[in-house]
């Protein structure tokens, strides 16, 4: 099985796992992990937020949990994103604090569509200015930080070559790219073709992104880059990855689990614990996406969104096991 190298970090496969805002806490990150995701990142936390933490605001605390990690989870990057290399500057001391003690890289955001990340001009706001997503990659490479970017097609027209080689240009030791344009849903298909032509044109790894939700289409991805990055079909199902890499030695899928798959959301709901990281509306969430495919699926899920605590999260979900 092919793999690559991001900086000095050697990845053990070419299966990634995308950062996602509510979704890839420490918890998530570590099951994903466990069923071979080669790379995780924390969900995207703005570049302001860790200057919060830096400065000991009190309002701080809550971010706090979202940059807690261990090294079993190695290698791991930290996802954020900004409106100005000033701002990475003056994160300087927390961000040299973090990586690469706690975290092997740091990855840019150039790609999060939310109107909240569109109204800082942070997120995909900054591939109309592609020269401030360079200032950030130059500073933080001559910090001696490994760099990663995260874009997509456009923020509202395709400019994704343009903007890897300004990327590349900046020191960045790798780039993901998300098929589609900032103003696209997901019932736009992810335009892959733009990940093939900047493979073609670059010579740093470029990790695809976008639609991919089945071992086969790792496999797909991975014919036309170095990197396979699955996003929402990893969302109640780590087993992805474990499957993903089962197909890619085999050519064979495995059968979907709810059993093994409903174990992966009770080693999530432990993990929670053990960390202190016991967040009941981003539980309930998560634990409602690992119940599929099996009778009355819509309203267990229901019935998970009613219950008030992780102990009767627990109690509800072990009878489903067995």
């Known amino acids: 099985m092919k793999t690559f190298s991001i ?3 050697k990845l053990k496969n070419p299966v990634l796992l995308s950062p996602m805002v509510d979704v890839t806490d420490l918890p998530y990150r570590l099951i994903c992990k466990k069923n071979g995701a080669a790379l995780s990142y924390t969900e995207m936390l703005h570049i302001e937020s860790l200057i919060q933490i830096q400065n000991n605001n009190p309002k701080s605390i ?3 949990d ?3 990690t261990t090294k079993k989870e190695f290698p791991v990057g930290i996802q954020t994103t900004g409106r100005s290399v000033v701002e990475f500057k003056q994160a300087s001391k927390i961000l040299h604090q973090l990586v ?10 150039c790609g999060c569509p939310s109107h909240l990340t569109l109204d800082n001009q942070s997120g995909a706001y900054l591939l109309n200015n592609p020269k401030i997503i360079s200032e950030i990659i ?4 001559d910090e001696n930080f490994i760099v990663t970017a995260k874009i997509r097609k456009g923020y509202d027209k395709d400019n994704p070559l343009k903007v890897s080689k300004i990327i590349e240009r900046a020191g960045a030791d790798a780039i993901t790219i998300h098929g589609r344009l900032a103003n696209q849903g997901r019932s736009i298909p992810a335009d892959w073709s733009i990940i093939k ?22 496999e797909e991805m991975l014919d036309i880059a170095d990197g396979a990055m699955i996003a929402r079909a990893a969302i109640g199902n780590p087993l992805i990855f474990k499957n993903a890499l089962y197909y890619l030695k085999t050519g064979k899928e495995k059968e979907f689990s709810f059993k093994e798959n409903i174990k992966q959301f009770n ?13 009941l509306t981003r539980i309930k969430y998560l634990g409602s996406n690992f119940i599929r495919e099996i009778d009355h699926a819509s309203s267990i899920r229901n019935d998970v969104m009613k219950l008030k605590s992780i102990e009767e999260i627990e109690s509800f979900i072990k009878p489903l096991s067995k």
């Open 100 to 109: 690469p003690k706690k975290f092997n890289l740091i990855d840019i955001n």
């Open 267 to 279: 080693d999530y709901l432990s993990l929670s614990k053990r960390y202190d990281l016991i967040d």
């Open 62 to 64: 809550r971010l706090i």
């Open 66 to 68: 979202k940059i807690k």
């Open 7 to 9: 900086g000095n970090i």
């Open 197 to 218: 032509k900047a493979k073609k044109n670059i010579g740093i790894p470029v990790i695809g992104n976008g639609d991919i939700n089945s071992p086969k289409k790792v």
């Open 138 to 141: 130059s500073f933080l490479k």
